[in-house]
Structures are given as C-alpha cells and as structure tokens.
C-alpha cells in the first residue's frame, strides 16, 4: 500500500475528512473529561519548523504527547536543514529515525520533495500555498456549533493566501460555496482556482461575499514575510476589514473565524474577536484535536 501523506486536503476523500472531523469532536471529549488515551507509546513525531509558530507547535507537541508519543522540535537554525544538505537526503534520513512528519515552511515544493523520500508519513504544517490542518479545525468547529457545512456559504474577506486556497479545495470537498472578496492584486492565483469554478465565486466587494454568509472568515492582511508590504497593503486591504457591520449582512447566525495571530483594529475591528458570533478560541483550541485525529488516521492506515 502506497504511504499516505497529508500535503494538501485533496490528499485525502471527503469520507476520510469527515471521519477524521468525528474522530476530533471524540478525542476532544476524551481529553476534556481527562481520559488517559495513549495508543502511540513510543512513537516519535519530527517537527520541522523554518516558519515560526505559537499553535502549530504548541497542539502538534501536546496531541503527541497526550498519545502516549513525544516529538522533536527542529529548526533551520539549529540542524543541517539549515546549511544546505538536500532535503532529499534530509528527509531519508530523519524520517528513517522517525515515525511521522509535520513540516512548516515557505514553499511547498519542500513538503513534496520531503514526502517523495519519506519513509514515514509528512503533514503539511503550513506552506506559501496551503494550510490543510488549520482547515481541519475549522470544519471541526462549524460542525460543532452549526452541524455539516454542506450547501451553506463561506465568505473569504481579505488576502487570496495560502488559507484561502485551502477553502477553496474545501469547499469541493465538503460541498459549500465560497465567495471570495479581495482587493485588485491581492486575489487567489489563477492555478489555485482552476476547476473550482463550480463551488467558487470572487466578489467586487467585502459587503458582496458577506451577504447571507453561513461563515465569514478572515486572515492578517500582511502574512509572515511580508512584513515589508505592511503600508502598501493596509491601504489596499482599508475596505475589507471584518467588523460589526460586515457581520450584520450575514445570517444572524453566521459564525466567524480567524486562524490567529490577529491584528485588532486592521482585519478585524477592535471587538471582532469577542463578538457572540466568533468561535475563533474553540477554532484555536480545535487544531489539537484536528490534528490528533489525523495523526492517528495516518499513523493507523500507514501501519496496515
């Protein structure tokens, strides 16, 4: 059987995302109700890290180690991923002491290229173009608080980043629509639309995508390494900030969500995060129990 990675949510069928969200909800009310539950003693996650994170980290660590597991923190800065060695042959060799993979980074062809010499199975953490575990938690959170996301309405208020792109695989695989509002320049690259037009509409304005919207979710204006486009693109991100008003022409039950960090008073307005709609600190707390439930879906198919 060929070894299953988890680089992209197509990688895996809409069944096996949806066993994975009921998995998550499970395990959340095992872990709640301090239920010891460690089918993984001795087994060893890598973290590779060349991106900084505070959630990603910090939910990959603990699910590993509420498993019975451990895992290990690896930075550029202190390995040889750092000075050059190929990943190629990083990847041989790491994976070949470990027994699963999580890579945050830039660019994406470095999961694929690591995933291509693995031993063991990789989940994508984060790169330039996708973000699928954050993806899993906040199909876990709307299940949640709202039952299936299916035929419902997602808006994408702001940047057509490595998120959005996720929603856009998202919305084919779990059967919504997703109306995506960005400012000239700033929208999804062509590549990540294409065969998506069924399920994925751009919007003129922020107020156009958030009309009778089931979700509104949203995103920093300037993502990590793009510190330097700050000013530019607070200037062009000015009308498409989530506020009180932008959530008023939603459904009056419209939930909304933000990856995190967020910058009060830019992408959201300074109470956004406290409005009764937001879930966006279950949707923080939910990674780790997204991300537990697919580790040990991969951990699992990988063994038979």
């Excluded at 680089?7 to 009921?22: A, F, M, R, S, W």
């Excluded at 027994?99 to 980074?105: A, E, F, L, S, W």
């Excluded at 999961?111 to 993806?135: E, G």
């Excluded at 107020?207 to 510190?227: C, F, H, N, P, R």
Aim: net charge negative; aromatic share 8%.
């Amino acid at each position: 059987m060929a070894l299953r990675h988890f680089l992209t949510l197509g990688d895996l069928t809409p069944v096996e995302l949806n066993q994975i969200l009921k998995r998550a909800i499970e395990l959340k009310q095992l872990q709640h109700r301090q239920i010891t539950f460690q089918p993984f003693v001795g087994k060893v996650m890598g973290m590779i890290f060349e991106k900084s994170s505070t959630r990603t980290r910090v939910s990959f660590e603990a699910g590993m180690s509420q498993f019975g597991g451990s895992a290990i923190f690896l930075s550029s800065r202190d390995s040889q991923l750092g000075r050059g060695e190929p990943i190629e042959d990083s990847a041989r060799v790491i994976s070949s002491m470990l027994d699963i993979v999580m890579i945050r980074t830039f660019g994406h062809d470095i999961v694929q290229r690591f995933a291509a010499y693995s031993k063991v199975p990789v989940i994508n953490a984060l790169t330039d173009d996708h973000h699928p575990c954050q993806l899993l938690a906040d199909m876990q959170t709307y299940l949640e608080h709202r039952g299936s996301i299916q035929g419902k309405t997602v808006a994408w208020i702001g940047d057509g980043n490595n998120m959005c792109n996720s929603y856009i695989e998202a919305a084919q695989l779990w059967g919504f629509k997703l109306k995506i509002a960005a400012p000239v320049g700033y929208t999804p690259e062509q590549r990540f639309l294409d065969g998506f037009e069924d399920c994925v509409e751009l919007c003129a304005t922020a107020k156009d995508a958030a009309k009778d919207a089931d979700l509104i979710v949203t995103d920093v204006w300037a993502s990590m390494g793009q510190e330097q486009e700050q000013k530019i693109r607070e200037k062009a991100f000015a009308d498409y900030q989530v506020n009180e008003a932008l959530m008023a022409v939603a459904h009056p039950d419209c939930l909304f969500m933000h990856c995190l960090p967020a910058h009060r008073g830019e992408e959201i307005s300074e109470n956004m995060l406290d409005h009764p709609n937001s879930v966006v600190f279950d949707e923080a707390e939910n990674r780790l129990h997204a991300q537990k439930a697919l580790v040990e879906f991969l951990l699992n198919e990988n063994s038979k």
